[in-house]
């Protein structure tokens, strides 16, 4: 089982819509939790960390529940420069700074 | 450009030969990371080093690669007797590694490696 598992997507959806990502993670003592973002043929470039108690920046809202090591990424009013792949992101918890990633799930935002 | 840069950007190259990637950090970045990204999947961690130390090596990471960054700057990949199963991106990374900054680590661009 990978340590990071996401929903396989891809997702299509209408520009300003509302679409939601899952990630569920496998290792209790992981600390710290993020969202990235990767472009066609691009590096990952980080979209936001994810904090215990929910955070939000602009369109964007993540939301971590330890106990069921779950992590969310809400997106509301998607643009067509939302299209993209986004990765949910783990800190290995056996490892120094390592990072695991999930396999990413692909969005489409159509006109 | 202030952020990370790696060199070459592709490379091509026939099975059983010796390839080198080049990366540099984010200048005064401590840590500095390798990772590798086959197609559909999400990177995999292959080894970091702060500054010239290499504090950790995944299982990935074969006899065959080696990783060196002999001033704490810059660093190099090595894969001898490359193999048709090497044909990654493998995409560099870096992060401050100062005490109470949180751990972001910024890719650079990443190297495209086909071996034939």
């Known amino acids: 089982r990978k340590e990071v598992e996401q929903d396989p997507g891809p997702f299509n959806v209408p520009e300003g819509a509302t679409v939601a990502f899952n990630c569920t993670y496998s290792n209790s003592a992981s600390q710290s939790f993020f969202w990235y973002r990767q472009d066609c043929r691009k590096e990952p470039k980080l979209l936001m960390s994810?904090?215990?108690s929910g955070n939000e920046d602009g369109r964007f809202t993540a939301q971590l529940n330890r106990a069921s090591q779950y992590i969310s990424l809400l997106i509301r009013d998607s643009k067509l420069s939302d299209s993209a792949t986004y990765l949910c992101?783990?800190?290995?918890?056996?490892?120094?700074?390592?990072?695991?990633f999930g396999k990413g799930t692909s969005l489409l935002v159509t006109p | 450009d202030t952020g990370v840069s790696q060199d070459p950007r592709h490379k091509i190259t026939k099975r059983g030969q010796n390839v080198t990637f080049r990366c540099d950090p984010i200048?005064?970045?401590?840590?500095l990371y390798w990772y590798r990204q086959t197609l559909g999947q999400g990177p995999e961690f292959l080894t970091y080093f702060q500054n010239e130390a290499q504090l950790e090596k995944s299982r990935l990471l074969s006899d065959r690669f080696s990783a060196e960054r002999p001033k704490g700057s810059f660093s190099t990949l090595e894969i001898q007797r490359t193999e048709q199963g090497d044909s990654a991106m493998y995409l560099c990374?870096?992060?401050?590694?100062?005490?109470?900054?949180?751990?972001?680590?910024?890719f650079g661009p990443g190297t495209r490696l086909l071996v034939l």
């Open positions: 994810v904090y215990s």
């Open positions: 992101v783990v800190n290995a918890a056996n490892s120094g700074y390592a990072l695991n």
């Open positions: 200048s005064e970045h401590n840590r």
């Open positions: 990374a870096s992060s401050s590694g100062w005490t109470g900054e949180e751990e972001t680590q910024y």
